[in-house]
């Protein structure tokens, strides 16, 4: 519209009403404007608008949502209004400038901490690392707290720059005091004089710097002869006399209660005045000694012997050793007439005598023997030396006697064999001839005589059955010995009855007990190969009833482990059952229980027995080792399936019990060695079997071998089968165990 000047205008235009202007412009939606709007609502939209900014400000908020805020670090969670947009761009502004504070709603700390929190943390160099309060190390800190630190650090150094200088400048001053005392240097040199009082020039003025050089010729000498302070020390140290060692003078008073001792030494002095201390008791106890110990003539001379008696085969004494290393004859002294006398007497006055030279054997460690075999020694004799001593001027003599106890030997080995239910004999050898008289009691477990023999005017061999006995009952023999006046009665000997026999129609209980070491791998395969045979033996002897089998291999070797430690087969049985035990020699005891004792159990014992000597594939479980080629521990194995461990299994009651044995060697026992520990326990183990109604059959070349105990033969594996009532035979096969087996059902 252009302007006009008519009357109806105002400011040139005419008056149109803002209702009948129209708004033909593009939508406009902010502001909800659309084409067609008059301008009056137009106008009011945008007037609402405007006031509504200009009211609001800045509180209008507005979303921000697409914006990348993350350079912010806004604590919590992003917001995506405008206001806490720009709060938290405040926040970053007044962090980075150290100023301002942090209010964020979001946090727990107050905004000073919020600042602090978002500092920097850093590393300490290690000059300036410390231990707090706590004396925990501090390697880290915050920013502020580290600038903190470096200030104090920088104000300290400040400090310590500041007392430098001062010391500085003291000690430049005091140089400037110095120099001017000494220089300026004239040609001419004036030097102090003293006068020596001993070491050289005495009574003379000397120069200073020649007194010096003479001291220092002396002192270099002095230090030489004296030794240098380490080596002072060390001599200080060397005594082994402290203030508690007893003195050897006087009251016998400890050094430290003498006056002058010093307790604790830390110089030469003190070292040489304790020296002098213990230099002075010497003396005094060596003048006792010179005025007291040593009497002179005959008290001069120690009279004293002993004796040690010497047996016979017999056990009878033979011979008595005088020995006189107890008697203390003076150089200058010889026997008078050239001899002392020994003699023995007996009971009955019989005496054995001889003529000795004791100043001649008074060194001698091996004495001199005196055949006592014409004399009763089976009761106590008198020892008596009758000593004559003379050195050209005092005849010196003494008469000195002891006891010689006397011994009535027991019999070297008592053997009880022969063990039934109600009977078994006793024999054992004697060497004292046909004067001695034997007595025989058999005791019960109350040691009361059940049954008694006395053996009159022997022989070489006593022997005598006991009959009427009680079934499966303990006993010991008593063997009482009389002789030459004199009785000893003997140690006891155990042994026990076997149970009353049950017939193997009742059912059987059979061990098999396989020396495993490597000699007898010929005995397990002939075993292998007549296993079926035993089994069916076992099985038509025990008629409609049970049968139990037990299969078990004893070995040795020298190390922790037996060479089939490897295979499974072993490895895979349960602990208790693969025993090791090192013996007292060092070697060990491999026991194995490869098939316990279990009810009709042939076709288990048959595959567990083909195991054996490499039956699986050639190298499971092969022979075992053993350790010697005489003994092997075969009889410690059988000791463990019939004593209190049962390694295979407990033996039923009322059953017939059998324990087979096959073996080429001596039992060994635990010490590698048929000895006496050896036989008791194999004793030990026959008892055990007898109480229990145990039949032990011993197949193998070691049958034939025996041992020598206390000088008698002994064939160990026999006594085993005899003595528990079973049986042997030197060829180990399938058919002599099934022989002795029917036969002995």
């Known amino acids: 519209m252009i302007p006009t000047n008519s009357s109806g205008t105002t400011n040139g235009c005419d008056n149109i009403s803002s209702n009948c202007v129209v708004w033909q412009g593009p939508d406009i939606t902010c502001i ?67 100023t301002g504070q942090v209010p964020n709603s979001s946090s727990n700390l107050s905004p000073s901490s919020q600042v602090q929190a978002d500092l920097p943390i850093m590393t300490l160099p290690a000059c300036l690392q410390y231990n707090d309060a706590s004396g925990n190390p501090v390697t880290t800190l915050r920013l502020d707290l580290f600038a903190t630190l470096i200030s104090q650090q920088v104000c300290t150094n400040l400090a310590s720059i500041q007392v430098i200088n001062t010391t500085l400048t003291s000690y430049s001053s005091r140089l400037d005091v110095l120099e001017a005392c000494v220089l300026p240097c004239s040609s001419a040199v004036v030097e102090k004089q003293v006068v020596p009082t001993c070491i050289m020039n005495v009574g003379v003025l000397t120069d200073v710097s020649v007194l010096l ?30 203030s508690s060692t007893l003195s050897l003078s006087g009251n016998k008073a400890a050094y430290g209660a003498l006056g002058g001792w010093n307790s604790t030494v830390t110089s030469l002095a003190q070292s040489v005045q304790n020296s002098w201390i213990v230099m002075d008791d010497l003396y005094a106890a060596v003048a006792n000694i010179q005025t007291n110990c040593c009497p002179s003539g005959c008290e001069g001379i120690t009279y004293g012997f002993t004796t040690t008696e010497i047996f016979a085969s017999s056990g009878l004494i033979s011979s008595v050793n005088f020995n006189f290393q107890n008697s203390s004859i003076p150089n200058d002294f010889n026997d008078a007439s050239g001899f002392s006398v020994i003699k023995v007497t007996d009971v009955a006055g019989v005496v054995a005598q001889s003529t000795v030279s004791v100043s001649t054997l008074q060194n001698s460690v091996g004495g001199i023997d005196l055949s006592v075999a014409t004399l009763n020694t089976a009761q106590s004799m008198t020892a008596q030396v009758q000593y004559g001593f003379t050195n050209g001027v005092d005849t010196c003599d003494s008469i000195q006697s002891s006891t010689i106890k006397g011994v009535v ?18 024999s054992f050898s004697q060497l004292l001839g046909s004067t001695a008289v034997y007595k025989i009691d058999i005791l019960n477990a109350a040691n009361v005589i059940e049954q008694s023999y006395t053996q009159n005017n022997p022989t070489g061999t006593v022997s005598h059955n006991f009959t009427g006995l009680t079934p499966n009952t303990p006993y010991n023999v008593r063997v009482t010995t009389t002789f030459g006046g004199a009785s000893e009665i003997c140690a006891l000997v155990p042994f026990g009855t076997a149970a009353s026999s049950v017939a193997c129609t009742s059912g059987m209980d059979v061990a098999f007990v396989l020396d495993y070491t490597s000699a007898n791998s010929v005995t397990v395969t002939a075993l292998q190969n ?139 026992g635990t010490s590698q060695a048929f000895d006496i520990a050896t036989w008791t326990g194999i004793q030990q183990t026959i008892a055990n079997a ?31 089968a005899t003595q528990t009532s079973g049986g042997y035979n030197n060829l180990a096969s399938a058919a002599n165990i099934n022989s002795l087996l029917v036969s002995t059902c």
């Open 32 to 98: 909800d404007l659309c084409t067609g709007d008059t301008i009056t609502d137009v106008t009011h939209k945008l007037a609402t608008k405007v006031c509504k900014l200009i009211t609001d400000g800045v509180t209008s908020n507005p979303s921000l949502t697409g914006l990348d805020l993350s350079c912010l670090k806004i604590p919590g969670i992003t917001p995506t209004e405008l206001v806490p947009v720009l709060q938290a761009m405040v926040v970053q502004i007044c962090a980075n400038t150290g």
């Open 213 to 242: 050089l003479a001291l220092e010729v002396r002192f270099c000498a002095l230090e030489t002869a004296v030794g240098l302070p380490a080596a002072i020390n060390l001599a200080i140290g060397q005594t082994t006399i402290t």
């Open 409 to 426: 030997p027991c019999p070297t080995t008592i053997t009880v064999s022969g063990v039934t239910a109600t009977g078994a004999t006793v």
């Open 530 to 668: 007549g296993v079926a045979s035993m089994v069916n033996t076992i099985d038509t002897q025990s008629g409609t009833n049970t049968y139990r089998m037990a299969l078990v291999t004893s070995d040795q070797t020298v190390a922790t482990t037996p060479a089939y430690n490897g295979c499974a087969d072993y490895s895979g049985l349960p602990a208790a059952q693969r025993l090791n035990l090192i013996g007292s020699t060092g070697s060990y005891q491999v026991t194995t229980a490869w098939e316990m004792f279990q009810n009709d159990n042939g076709a288990t014992f048959t595959s567990q027995l083909a195991k054996l000597n490499g039956g699986v594939n050639g190298t499971c479980v092969n022979m075992g080792t053993g350790v010697g080629s005489t003994t092997s521990p075969t009889d410690y194995a059988a000791g463990l399936v019939t004593g209190g461990s049962v390694l295979a299994g407990a033996f039923r009651s009322g059953v017939a019990k059998y324990v087979v044995i096959t073996t080429d060697r001596l039992p060994g």
């Open 690 to 720: 007898n109480n229990l109604g145990i039949k032990y059959i011993v197949v193998g070349s070691g049958v034939d071998l025996s041992g020598t105990i206390n000088g008698l033969q002994i064939y160990p594996w026999r006594a085993l």
